[in-house]
């Protein structure tokens, strides 16, 4: 185990395997001498990236079972190269963070978290929070229109949002508007809902130019990695009123939150919770366990990531 999960998955594991914790090992590099050759499983935590170097260190690997639905901290195309299964924590997930996503979007638009504020500072009946912008006859534009993306379009069309989205494929059996130039719908919707994967492929799409496409009454909200996001330009955005307002549950550098972003009331923030209920978290722990216990029983990973194709149990 790469680092520390829930005690559920700890458990769950410990009853089946042997159970090497890395994060307690003083030695990394003599303990992959010595024990790395007999290490057959890992449990990858979101802390501690598993690339090629940690694979290789592994040569009996057979599986990394990846702890969340994003897994570019595995390299999962070396783990191809090498035979390796990867799983993720697909589904379990999709509809706590489409929650989390309309209610940070809500937070956003109605500044919902500064009339909190306003409240607990006791200036209500001193003085008048300001009125807000609204979602009423909005478009929301939504990046990466996948498991999450879709349970997010589902709830926003009950809000009577109208939507569209981008990615690289249109989709067959979608109604909504597809774009093929992200830079397109930036410049049409009120609304940019990023939650497309991380990685090198999305690094920085949400640039400056983005961001002026999206205009001065537009928002962003970002529930997909932070990564995607180019976090300097969107501070100079929100500073210079390129647009209006930024919902932000995932930065660059977690857990570093620009100083920038801290002090803009225009920015609502939240500490990487989208999946953070235990309800969905202790669903997301099962998963890995199963999937352990599924290819060492069965030789069949349960949720395999395209990456590592294999047949699913
Ligand atoms: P899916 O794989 O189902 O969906 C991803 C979508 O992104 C697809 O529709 C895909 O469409 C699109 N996409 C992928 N790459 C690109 C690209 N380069 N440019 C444009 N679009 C792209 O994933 P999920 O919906 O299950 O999860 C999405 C992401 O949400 C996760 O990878 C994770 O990073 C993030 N997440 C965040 C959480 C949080 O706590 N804030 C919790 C859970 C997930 P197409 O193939 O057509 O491009």
Redesign the pocket.
């Known amino acids: 185990m790469t680092d520390p999960m829930l005690p559920l998955v700890v458990e769950e594991i410990e009853k089946r395997f042997t159970l090497h914790r890395l994060w307690e090992i003083a030695d990394r590099d003599e303990f992959l001498r010595t024990v790395g050759p007999r290490v057959r499983g890992v449990a990858a935590g979101v802390l501690v990236p598993v690339d090629a170097a940690l694979i290789d260190a592994l040569p009996a690997l057979e599986i990394v079972a990846k702890f ?5 901290s595995v390299d999962a195309v070396h783990a191809a190269t090498r035979g390796v299964v990867v799983t993720n924590t ?2 379990v ?2 509809e ?2 489409a929650d ?1 996503a309309l209610g940070l979007l809500l937070m956003t638009v109605r500044r919902l978290g500064a009339a909190e504020r306003f409240v607990r500072r006791g200036d209500w009946g001193k003085a008048k929070f300001p009125l807000s912008p609204t979602l009423r006859g909005r478009t929301l534009g939504i ?9 997010i379009a589902t709830r926003a069309e009950a809000f009577g949002l109208e939507i569209a ?7 067959a059996d979608v109604a909504y508007r597809y774009y093929d130039s ?1 830079h397109a719908m930036a410049r049409d919707v009120d609304i940019l809902m990023v ?4 990685g090198p ?2 690094e920085k ?1 949400i640039d400056a130019h983005i961001l002026k496409a999206l205009g001065p009454d537009g928002v962003l909200i970002n ?3 932070g990564s995607t996001v180019d976090e300097a330009a969107l501070i100079a955005a929100l500073e210079a009123r390129t647009i209006l307002a930024a919902g932000l ?2 930065f660059e550098n977690e857990p570093h939150v620009p100083e920038a972003l801290i002090a803009n009331d225009d920015v609502v923030l939240l500490p ?5 209920s235990q309800h969905t978290r202790d669903a997301m722990g099962r998963l890995v366990v199963n999937n352990l216990v599924s290819w060492f029983s069965e030789g069949r990973p349960l949720t395999p990531v395209p990456e590592t194709p294999f047949p699913r149990g």
Request: hydrophobic share 35%; glycine share 20%; no cysteine.
């Open positions: 969340g639905v994003g897994y570019e697909p589904d997930l999709t706590e963070v989390t990046l990466g229109l996948g498991r999450i993306g879709k349970a989205y981008h990615g690289r494929h249109r989709q992200l939650v497309v994967p991380g492929e999305t799409l529930i997909g990695r549950d995932v990487h919770v989208g999946s953070a």
